[in-house]
């Protein structure tokens, strides 16, 4: 049985998954390694959510839809680092729902330069 999809409602869940998955995280080459399990499989997979939604703006030369620009030779590995870093800093954003936290970290860590 897998993760319920509303196990990420909730900052703060989202940011606890995310800590598991980096405290076991491994990175082999262009590959991230960790223990598999619901929590770590949660942020893993949201994140993922998140990066393909930011990548659709990109790919069809529009504006960002998040307002954050990734870096083009970026990884998931350092959206999960954002998110876990932003709720560090920010306490309140925790009570926010995870796609808000998310969106919040990554405008904070990957913010567009205007031309």
């Known amino acids: 049985m897998g993760p319920a999809p509303a196990q990420a409602a909730e900052g703060t869940v989202l940011v606890s998954q995310c800590k598991s998955l980096l405290r076991g995280a491994k990175v082999r080459g262009d590959q991230v390694e960790f223990r598999q399990d619901p929590e770590t499989v949660g942020c893993w997979a949201f994140m993922a959510a998140v990066q393909d939604l930011a990548g659709v703006a990109d790919a069809?030369?529009?504006?960002?839809?998040?307002?954050?620009?990734?870096?083009a030779d970026g990884n998931r590995l350092q959206l999960v680092r954002a998110v876990v870093a932003y709720g560090g800093a920010h306490p309140n954003a925790?009570?926010?729902?995870?796609?808000?936290l998310a969106l919040l970290a990554l405008?904070?860590?990957f913010p567009c330069r205007k031309p």
């Not at 504006?63 to 870096?71: E, K, M, N, R, S």
């Open 107 to 109: 405008r904070d860590a």
């Open 94 to 100: 925790l009570r926010e729902n995870a796609g808000v």
């Open 60 to 71: 069809a030369n529009q504006p960002p839809i998040l307002g954050a620009c990734l870096p």
